[in-house]
C-alpha cells in the first residue's frame, strides 16, 4: 500500500521551531512534486510550500522567509522546516506528493497523487 506518513507535528512556543517530515512507504520508484498544505479551524485548507522533483520551491506569502520546504530523495521523503513560529501558524498540516511507482511511470510521466493524514501544529504559550 503506497502511504504518505507524516511526523514531527507538536507544541511550541511563539517563536520557536518545528521540523515536520513526509515519507512516502510502499512499493514506489521516486517522489515527483511534493508540497505542504495546511488548514486552521474554521478556515479552508491552504498552500503552505511546494518543490518540484527539480529541487524548485514555491511559498505562500505568509511564510516566505521562516519556512524552508526541502526533499531527501534518497529517502524518498519532504521536509518542512518551519521556525520564528506565530500562533496563527497553528493548524493541521497536511503533506501532498506525486508518487511514480515504475521506472516505467517516470519516463510516462505517470505518477499516483496521495496525502498524508495530517500532523498537528500548535504555537502557543
Known amino acids: 500500500q503506497v502511504q504518505l506518513v507524516e511526523s514531527g507535528g507538536g507544541l511550541v512556543e511563539p517563536g520557536g521551531s518545528l521540523r515536520l517530515s513526509c515519507a512516502a512507504s510502499?512499493?514506489?520508484?521516486?517522489?515527483?512534486?511534493g508540497g505542504w498544505y495546511r488548514q486552521a479551524p474554521g478556515k479552508q485548507r491552504e498552500l503552505v510550500a511546494t518543490i518540484t522533483s527539480t529541487g524548485r520551491t514555491n511559498y505562500a506569502d505568509s511564510v516566505k522567509g521562516r519556512f524552508t520546504i526541502s526533499r531527501d530523495n534518497a529517502k524518498n521523503t519532504v521536509y518542512l522546516e518551519m521556525s520564528s513560529l506565530k500562533p496563527e501558524d497553528t493548524a493541521v498540516y497536511y503533506c501532498?506528493?506525486?508518487?511514480?511507482?515504475?521506472?516505467?511511470?517516470?519516463?510516462?510521466?505517470?505518477?499516483?497523487?496521495?496525502w498524508g493524514q495530517g500532523t498537528l501544529v500548535t504555537v502557543s504559550s
Open positions: 510502499g512499493r514506489i520508484f521516486s517522489v515527483n512534486d
Open positions: 501532498n506528493a506525486h508518487l511514480s511507482l515504475t521506472y516505467a511511470d517516470v519516463v510516462n510521466s505517470r505518477f499516483v497523487d496521495r
